[in-house]
C-alpha cells in the first residue's frame, strides 16, 4: 500500500510508503491522502493526525515522470488541485513529522500541515527551478509566510535545501527532535488529542484564515502550469534524469 492508516487513542498516523521513490507524491498517492483525511475529519474517534514518510524520508518532491510531459492546459485540468484543496481543508490539527528529505512537493505538503516536527536527518527545500518550474501547490507562498521574503526568496530562485536547525531557526517548523520525527510527533498527537476538540479547530481556521487572505495562491499556481509548456521546463527534467547540469535558453 502506498498510503499505510493507523489508527491511535484519540489521533491516526498516515505513512506515505513509496521508500523505492523515497515517497514521491505521484497523483495516486496524493489522492489517497486527500482521501484518507477526508474520512478521518469525519470521525469522532479522531482528534489529530500526524503525517510521516516511511523508511527515512517524508517525501522526496512529485513524481517527475507524471510532470515532465505535463502541459499547461492539463495542469489547470490537474486533479491534483482538488486533493491539494481537500488536504488543506482537513478541519483537525495536522502533524506533519519529517525525516529526511522533504522536497518540491512534498516540502509543500509539510507546509500545508499545522506543525512540523522535524529529526534530526530532515534536510527541505523547494528545488523546482532546477526544473524550469516553480511550486505549483503553494509552497512559495506559504514558506514566505512563515521565514520571510528574503529566506523565501532564496531557497526558491536557488534551489537551497536547508537543514532541520536552519528550518527551525527560521521559523519554518516548530519542533526539533534529536532523533526521528516521530519521537517528537507521537506524544505531541496524544497531547492535542486530549485538549478540547472544537476549539482546536476553531483556532486553526482561524489561523488558516488570517494568513491565506494574504498570499497570492491562485497567482502561483497560475505561473506554475504556464511554465509546463516551456523548453526550459522539459530541458530541466531531461538533465535531472541525465544527472547532468541544465542548459536554459530562456523559452
Keep these: ?124 527545500g523547494l528545488p523546482e527551478t532546477n526544473l524550469g518550474l516553480i511550486p505549483g501547490a503553494g509552497g512559495g507562498q506559504r514558506l514566505m509566510a512563515l521565514a520571510g521574503r528574503a529566506r523565501a526568496m532564496r531557497m526558491v530562485l536557488t534551489g537551497e535545501i536547508i537543514d532541520a536547525q536552519t528550518a527551525v531557526d527560521w521559523g519554518i517548523a516548530a519542533f526539533l527532535s534529536e532523533g526521528a520525527a516521530a519521537e517528537a510527533a507521537e506524544p505531541l498527537a496524544a497531547r492535542l488529542a486530549a485538549r478540547a476538540p472544537l476549539a482546536l479547530m476553531a483556532a486553526k481556521r482561524a489561523l488558516i484564515a488570517g494568513e491565506e487572505r494574504a498570499l497570492a495562491l491562485a497567482e502561483e499556481r497560475a505561473a506554475f502550469e504556464a511554465l509546463l509548456d516551456t523548453a526550459d521546463k522539459a530541458e530541466g527534467i531531461r538533465a535531472f534524469r541525465d544527472r547532468r547540469k541544465p542548459e536554459f535558453k530562456g523559452q
Excluded at 505535463?70 to 490537474?78: F, N, V
Excluded at 513529522?97 to 509539510?110: K, M, N, R, S
Aim: with cysteine; glycine share 10%; aromatic share 4%.
Design 1 to 124: 500500500m502506498d498510503l499505510m492508516i493507523e489508527s491511535m487513542h484519540g489521533w491516526a498516523r498516515l505513512t506515505l510508503n513509496r521508500p523505492a521513490q523515497r515517497n514521491a507524491l505521484n497523483t495516486a498517492l496524493l489522492a489517497a491522502v486527500a482521501d484518507a483525511l477526508g474520512r478521518l475529519a469525519d470521525d469522532p474517534a479522531c482528534r489529530v493526525v500526524v503525517l510521516t514518510g516511511a523508511e527515512g524520508n517524508f517525501a522526496a518532491g512529485a513524481d517527475i515522470g507524471e510532470i515532465e510531459h505535463k502541459t499547461s492546459a492539463e495542469g489547470a485540468a490537474d486533479p491534483r488541485k482538488a486533493h491539494w484543496a481537500a488536504i488543506r481543508a482537513f478541519p483537525k490539527p495536522l502533524i506533519a513529522a519529517v525525516d529526511g528529505f522533504a522536497l518540491g512537493g512534498g516540502f509543500e505538503l509539510a507546509l500545508m500541515a499545522d506543525l512540523m516536527v522535524l529529526g534530526a536527518t530532515a534536510r527541505l
